[in-house]
């Protein structure tokens, strides 16, 4: 079956310390994207990609970092510089010219600082 | 600066009424609106669109209005049934760019 899938589902970090949030579709979409979602705020962008070797900032990019080396992986890496890391992390794909069908998403990491 | 809006957080209908979901938004550029459903520990997934060219959009149970002149969008949901509830987000799209709203939470009671 195609999708997103996104691990590890719960993360714990410490203060100081960078983690990496994975994110592997099977799609052969081109756009992939990462949000984040916090009680009471709609998504917010962080980074999107829309072909491989090439990604944009999104709304909130401060502490995080991307690569896209292959088509099938977005990975996000949450630094120490990101203030306030505890989040639910969205990763989604769109096929190019698709984004009126809507992304897919994948279900999600939930990243806790301890 | 959040441009599309979902000002009640969470909604409760009995089983069999009908679901109303409001969404407000503000950049009149927006040209393209979504609406999504996501349970608990999952991703959200894409339940229905609707163009700014467009008024209504019907999909079984579920019908999607637009506003325009009032930047206001709603999710008509009829009969609701208890698999509805859910959070649903609204999403505005402008030149590849898409927007979501903070969501609303469904309670369908049976």
């Known amino acids: 079956d195609g999708g997103i899938t996104q691990s590890p589902k719960y993360l714990f970090r410490k203060e100081g310390q960078n983690v990496t949030l994975s994110c592997e579709q099977n799609l052969n979409h081109d756009a992939m994207y990462w949000y984040r979602q916090d009680p009471g705020q709609g998504l917010r962008l962080i980074y999107y990609?829309?072909?491989?070797?090439?990604?944009q900032k999104g709304d909130i990019a401060e502490g995080y970092s991307v690569s896209r080396e292959k088509k099938e992986s977005f990975p996000l890496t949450v630094t120490s510089a990101q203030k306030n890391p505890t989040a639910f992390y969205l990763c989604?794909?769109?096929?190019?010219?698709?984004?009126?069908?809507?992304?897919?998403f994948g279900s999600g990491t939930r990243l806790t600082v301890v | 600066d959040q441009q599309v809006k979902q000002n009640s957080p969470s909604l409760s209908v009995q089983e069999g009424r009908i679901s109303i979901l409001n969404c407000d938004y503000t950049n009149s550029m927006f040209d393209y609106f979504l609406w999504y459903k996501k349970y608990p520990a999952e991703g959200p997934t894409f339940l229905i669109s609707i163009s700014s060219i467009k008024d209504k959009n019907e999909d079984g149970r579920f019908t999607v209005f637009l506003n325009k002149s009032a930047k206001h969008l709603s999710l008509h949901i009829v009969p609701s049934q208890p698999g509805d509830s859910a959070v649903y987000f609204c999403?505005?799209?402008?030149?590849?760019?898409?927007?979501f709203g903070a969501g609303t939470r469904l309670t369908v009671k049976p």
């Open positions: 990609s829309q072909i491989v070797n090439d990604f």
């Open positions: 999403a505005a799209i402008n030149n590849n760019d898409m927007r």
């Open positions: 989604a794909s769109s096929q190019k010219g698709g984004i009126l069908r809507g992304y897919t």
